[in-house]
T-cell receptor, first 114, second 115 residues
């Protein structure tokens, strides 16, 4: 079975632009979470979606938004990009969010903002 | 604010040695603790998940323990190999968020195994 997939692999944008990142969870997984990892740090939680509903949100500005589709794939959108948004964006999927499940991560999207 | 801390930040050992990576967390009320491996520029690979009711988990040469009362977890790697070189991250899911706060990560331990 395929693991969590993310696209694109790499992305270069300029300040002020917007970006859309995509994630497909492991087949059968209904929960998707997004994390931001800047160089030298651990990942920081951005969003969690379960059954197309937002279940949790980390301490990120409103420029960050996400959604989950009926097939459980997800998009992360970032508007008005800042230099500080340059990071590795990681998507994780888990079976469900009614209990504490193991999270499986994708390879990430490397975003560079110039 | 819940935090996860990993010590040491970096570790270099000769091949074949057994080693221990440490993780501490500020709140004992957790759902679980998960250990990950990250190779440079790559995503995270899940190594072991310990539920709050468990004391340890084992997978091959890896053993992870959990002591909630002291807020500590350790990852033991036996007979280390150069292929074990990577950054190891621990992450806790705290119950205060009701399961909606995601994982809280440490900054990781950068491990180098010298051939």
């Amino acid at each position: 079975d395929a693991g969590v997939t993310q696209s694109p692999t790499h992305l270069i944008k300029t300040r002020g632009q917007h970006v859309t990142l995509r994630c497909s969870p492991i087949s059968g997984h209904k929960s998707v979470s997004w994390y931001q990892q800047v160089l030298g740090q651990g990942p920081q939680f951005i969003f969690q979606y379960y059954e197309k509903e937002e279940r949790g949100r980390g301490n990120f500005p409103d420029r960050f938004s996400a959604r989950q589709f009926p097939n459980y794939s997800s998009e992360l959108n970032v508007n008005a990009l800042l230099l500080g948004d340059s990071a590795l964006y990681l998507c994780a999927s888990s079976l469900q969010r009614e209990s504490s499940d193991e999270q499986f991560f994708g390879p990430g999207t490397r975003l560079t903002v110039l | 604010k819940q935090e996860v801390t990993q010590i040491p930040a970096a570790l270099s050992v000769p091949e074949g040695e057994n080693l221990v990576l440490n993780c501490s967390f500020t709140d004992s009320a957790i759902y679980n603790l998960q250990w990950f491996r990250q190779d440079p520029g790559k995503g995270l690979t899940s190594l072991l998940l310990i539920q709050s009711s468990q004391r340890e988990q084992t997978s091959g040469r890896l053993n992870a323990s959990l002591d909630k009362s002291s807020g500590r977890s350790t990852l033991y790697i036996a007979a280390s190999q150069p292929g074990d070189s990577a950054t190891y991250l621990c992450a806790a899911e705290f119950t205060s968020g009701g399961g909606a706060d995601g994982l809280t990560f440490g900054k990781g331990t950068h491990l180098i195994i010298q051939p």
